[in-house]
């Protein structure tokens, strides 16, 4: 029962509406008997955000689109993985300081190792808090980056930092006429080996969007797609069709959620019962 001493956790983002983070926190404060509870904000700006997270003595908080990168100069002390990313998820209230951690790089990383990471070509399409997180963790484990996005400004600052090529959104459908020029002046053409989604595009509502032409997936490609509302978005359903190797967004979402839980309270969830918990779940 939600009483005066019960503790206030959250997620912070713009759009959240889709967001599954409440069902899978709530499910384990239950489970593990903490008298918390954890609701969905949508503010408009990081700033008030986290004055309320100070007024209303929110004990922790989870940082999602828009605000991974804007909230870091809001925070009073930022953990060096989180602060090298350049992006923070997970906030820790301690008394009314503000301490911000990353918990998506490693969640990230962990589904591709199985399939190989260095010297592989990876294509991360997207240049947000979660896009940092990923190329950290591939550039880590020596992976050639390739970075595409909308902004061309924070792409190529993106692509500039983890030594990667970029490539402007627009471009993407001419992928197959990009690529490095040899020594003889011949463009080798792009030939990614994975493709990794951290855009919302694809996402509910609009799950028509496609991230990536349909055309340049080819059979044992692996296709990463961090969006989870769908858990099979339309890139995975097409990539699955053309024989690729398909990772859904719930994998890391779990992961990154399991290690916030344990920040927050110093204690490891069941992801199991997490994950389950979203499959049965339908709102």
């Known amino acids: 029962m939600i009483c005066s001493s019960t503790k206030l956790y959250c997620v912070l983002g713009n759009p959240v509406f889709h967001s599954k983070s409440p069902l899978v926190h709530n499910i384990s404060f239950m489970a593990n008997k903490i008298d918390a509870v954890y609701l969905a904000f949508e503010p408009l700006d990081i700033a008030t955000a986290i ?3 100070k007024t209303l ?3 922790g908080a989870s940082i999602t689109i828009p605000f991974k990168e804007s909230i870091l100069p809001y925070l009073d002390w930022i953990e060096p993985r989180a602060r090298e990313i350049g992006a923070v998820n997970t906030v820790i209230n301690k008394d009314g300081r503000l301490l911000g951690y990353n918990t998506d790089s490693k969640a990230a990383i962990d589904p591709l190792v199985p399939y190989g990471i260095q010297d592989k070509t990876i294509c991360i399409i997207g240049a947000g808090g979660a896009a940092r997180a990923m190329a950290h963790g591939i550039a880590d484990k020596k992976g ?3 970075i595409i996005n909308r902004s061309r400004e ?4 993106l692509a500039a930092e983890f030594n990667a090529q970029f490539i402007p959104f627009d471009k993407i459908g001419k992928i197959d006429k990009i690529g490095k020029i040899d020594k003889n002046g011949k463009t080798n ?6 493709v990794i989604n951290t855009t919302s595009l694809g996402m509910h509502p609009h ?5 990536f032409p349909a055309r340049y997936l080819t059979p044992g490609m692996v296709v990463m797609d961090l969006v989870y509302t769908p858990l099979e ?3 995975l359903s097409i990539a699955k069709g053309k024989g690729c190797i ?3 967004g719930l994998s890391m979402f779990i992961a990154q959620a399991a290690a916030q839980f344990e920040l927050w309270t110093g204690v490891k969830p069941d992801t199991n019962q997490m994950r389950q918990a979203i499959l049965e779940n339908k709102c």
């Open 154 to 157: 924070k792409g190529a600052s």
């Open 51 to 53: 004055q309320s997270i």
């Open 144 to 146: 050639q980056l390739i």
């Open 189 to 194: 053409p792009i030939t990614p080996d994975v």
């Open 57 to 59: 003595n929110i004990k």
């Open 246 to 248: 398909t990772i859904d």
């Open 207 to 211: 799950v028509e969007s496609l991230a």
């Open 233 to 235: 978005t339309r890139l």
